[in-house]
């Protein structure tokens, strides 16, 4: 029996009447993934550029995420061929391709997700879970129409290309990261410096003049605020990780500060 595969990142994007929210899976864990995935949230970023993510790893997320109405996205490590390639051989069907900072850039990312002529992707559909091992009708014809490339844009020479970047036919959509645009501009962790978001804007503007969806990672619920309010149209606005770690630095300050002087009594 022919099987059909989930709509894409880009399709969701199109078919949303508002912004789609997000967070991020960083810690390698299947099961902290499926809490995630059973959030609420819109979208969850699986991460292999800053975490312990392997292809195996991601491969078990990406299962325990479909059983859930939340739509997965794994980042590349690099604008790698061969690393977009396994990565979308096991499945997965949308795609953020970190530091992307010129056209060329962007089309050697667009050419790493399509098969031949169209691209460089090798041919492993028996193979792999992506045409589910080739019971998805078609998959080598419509590949293309499965996948959505989001390329991320984090430097002052992408904010510059921006709006060349965004134009390039292939590119579904471009993702902002403040982080090391900030460190790029000489204003390394301060992501909500007026300078970094007024280049952040910049790239709104450009995208969305090119006609293509713009998003930005922003933990800081007021920046969030100001990015939604600004036109943005994906936000991710936390991490697994992150989560936990302030988390559980709360309940230290909550109960350790308190029950601290007792104990020294003793």
């Known amino acids: 029996m022919p099987l059909h595969l989930d709509p894409s990142f880009r399709e969701q994007l199109a078919s949303s009447d508002r912004a789609l929210i997000g967070m991020w899976a960083c810690s390698g864990s299947a099961l902290v993934t499926e809490v995630a995935a059973g959030s609420g949230l819109d979208w969850l970023l699986i991460d292999m550029e800053h975490s312990a993510n392997t292809l195996e790893s991601v491969l078990v997320q990406l299962q325990v ?6 739509t997965p996205v794994v980042r590349a490590p690099s604008n790698d061929t061969v690393a977009i390639k396994q990565i979308l051989d096991l499945g997965a069907q949308n795609l953020i391709v970190p530091m992307v900072s010129s056209v060329d850039e962007a089309r050697a990312a667009v050419s790493a997700t399509r098969y031949p002529p169209e691209g460089v992707r090798g041919v492993g559909s028996a193979l792999a879970r992506s045409a589910r091992w080739n019971r998805v009708d078609g998959y080598l014809q419509e590949s293309a129409r499965h996948t959505s490339l989001t390329v991320q844009i984090e430097t002052e020479a992408g904010v510059a290309a921006a709006a060349e970047i965004a134009a390039v036919d292939g590119v579904d959509a471009v993702f902002v990261g403040p982080s090391d645009l900030s460190a790029s501009m000489g204003l390394l ?73 007792e104990r020294a009594s003793y």
Request: no cysteine; aromatic share 8%.
């Open 65 to 70: 995420a479909a059983a859930y109405p939340i």
């Open 189 to 261: 962790g301060r992501q909500t410096h007026p300078d970094v978001v007024a280049a952040v804007e910049r790239v709104f503007a450009a995208v969305k003049a090119a006609g293509k969806p713009v998003g930005v990672n922003a933990f800081d619920p007021v920046a969030a605020d100001a990015y939604l309010a600004g036109g943005a149209d994906f936000v991710a606005v936390g991490a697994d990780v992150a989560l936990l770690a302030r988390a559980s630095e709360a309940l230290a300050a909550r109960f350790i500060a308190t029950e601290a002087p």
